[in-house]
């Protein structure tokens, strides 16, 4: 297993509260087979599971991302992923057509999460609609994407935005055959 993944790092966590499995699913609302394969590295959880794991560990979600931690700004050029990708892969539990590239992963004590997510075509049908606290910003940066959002449908294209509660149920895709990318930013309280 590789050093510091999110999986090693939930382990690490929960060990130092000493708090069983069984009670980290029950906290975060998880079910104890998608636990076992994320703390295996198995499974890439999606934000929202990330989120439900911090908040029932009492840490920040960027502690799943962190590396080397500068207190200092960050500096990310040329639209390069400054930490480790995460795809999500299992359909399950999570849309298998999101590639996740964190761009501040290396900034400490950070309130905001921003990504740049790539899109493959397609809606997952069997994925459920994310929701969790905290506010989402998306900048399309290629294609165009669709954003369902409680009951409300958003078509945005290239240079368009949506800023939008994530408490609210919402998922993004893409019907474009080359994909689509956009800059989210998350902002998660805690």
């Keep these: 297993m590789r050093k510091n993944t999110i999986g090693q790092r939930i382990i690490t966590l929960r060990n130092s509260l000493e708090m069983s499995r069984e009670t980290l699913c029950e906290q975060s609302e998880l079910n104890i087979e998608l636990l076992n394969r994320i703390e295996k590295d198995l499974h890439t959880p999606s934000i929202s599971t990330l989120i439900r794991l911090s908040r029932a560990l009492g840490v920040r979600v960027g502690t799943f991302l962190d590396d080397q931690l500068e207190v200092g700004p960050v500096l990310c050029k040329g639209g390069e992923s400054n930490g480790d990708e995460m795809h999500s892969r299992d359909a399950k539990y999570d849309n298998d ?71 609210v149920e919402h998922q993004i895709y893409t019907e474009e055959e080359s994909g689509a990318k956009v800059i989210a930013n998350i902002y998660s309280p805690f």
């Excluded at 969790?132 to 910003?137: L, S």
């Design 97 to 167: 057509k999101v590639v996740y590239k964190p761009l501040a992963s290396n900034k400490s004590s950070r309130h905001m999460e921003p990504f740049i997510i790539e899109l493959q075509k397609g809606k997952n049908v069997s994925y459920q609609r994310s929701s969790h606290e905290g506010e989402e910003f998306i900048y399309v940066i290629e294609g165009s994407v669709y954003i369902e959002y409680g009951k409300q449908n958003y078509h945005l294209d290239k240079g368009e935005s949506i800023y939008f509660d994530s408490i």
